[in-house]
């Protein structure tokens, strides 16, 4: 069974500083996905992950996956208060059954 | 405009009585998903279609239905909700009959109460 874990859950940081959320996943896996949830909204794609050493950057948002440590990670720089949301990163299996696992979930809050 | 639309967006109900949650597309998207999400537990997927009349379990299908008999529509069937399917549902599409490269697109969800 794939699992997918977020680290850390909650995460609260001033503007200007740069962080980064950690997303574990279980088995082999060579796709994430990686969205957006303001609050009370629905979920917005931020990045799609392919292959391994896939980078890709948009704005302040900085994704990557290391397929061979199962890990992505989403680095904010210089974050500001409109990048407040929960993040969350999915995985899908690489059996080809079409179904994607989510991970629970960063909420990142920033502070003035 | 493209969109994923979802009907209704909010729906108290009782145990025992039950429901259709409706979700469109007009992308003309062939793989559609359901997924509820739970505080703490992230999105789990209930079912997921990969083209008119092709439905499979997603890891949470117990106590839901769907169909697909046409290609924009998915709609979501609690035959005889229980208060533990209280929970915001979520549909949502992505183009081309594998999800692999493609960006999946949500509706805006419904929240359900299940008294």
């Known amino acids: 069974e794939l699992k997918v874990e977020q680290n850390p859950l909650f995460l609260s940081m001033q503007e200007g500083k740069n962080y980064t959320i950690y997303c574990n996943y279980s088995t082999t896996s060579d796709r994430l996905y990686w969205y957006r949830q303001d609050p009370g909204k629905s979920l917005e794609s931020l990045f799609v992950?392919?292959?391994?050493?896939a980078v890709k950057q948009e704005g302040r948002l900085m994704a990557s996956l290391d397929t061979k440590a199962r890990l992505s990670t989403l680095h904010i720089t210089a974050a500001v208060h409109d990048l407040s949301a929960t993040y969350f990163c999915a995985v899908e299996s690489s059996f080809g059954n079409e179904k994607l696992t989510f991970g629970t979930g960063t909420r990142l809050t920033i502070i003035p | 405009e493209a969109q994923v639309t979802q009907n209704p967006r909010y729906l108290i109900t009782v145990t025992g009585k039950k429901l259709t949650v409706t979700c469109s597309q007009n992308m003309n998207h062939e793989y559609m998903s359901w997924y509820r999400q739970d505080p703490g537990l992230g999105l789990r997927q209930i079912y997921y279609s990969m083209n008119v009349e092709v439905t499979d379990k997603g890891d949470v299908p117990e106590g839901y239905k769907v169909s697909r008999k046409e290609k924009r529509n998915f709609p979501l069937i609690l035959e005889s909700p229980s208060p533990n399917q209280t929970s915001l549902y979520f549909c949502?599409?992505?183009?081309?009959?594998?999800?692999?490269?493609?960006?999946?697109?949500f509706g805006p969800g419904t929240r359900l109460t299940v008294l």
């Open positions: 992950l392919l292959s391994n050493g």
């Open positions: 949502a599409s992505s183009t081309g009959l594998v999800l692999r490269n493609n960006e999946q697109f």
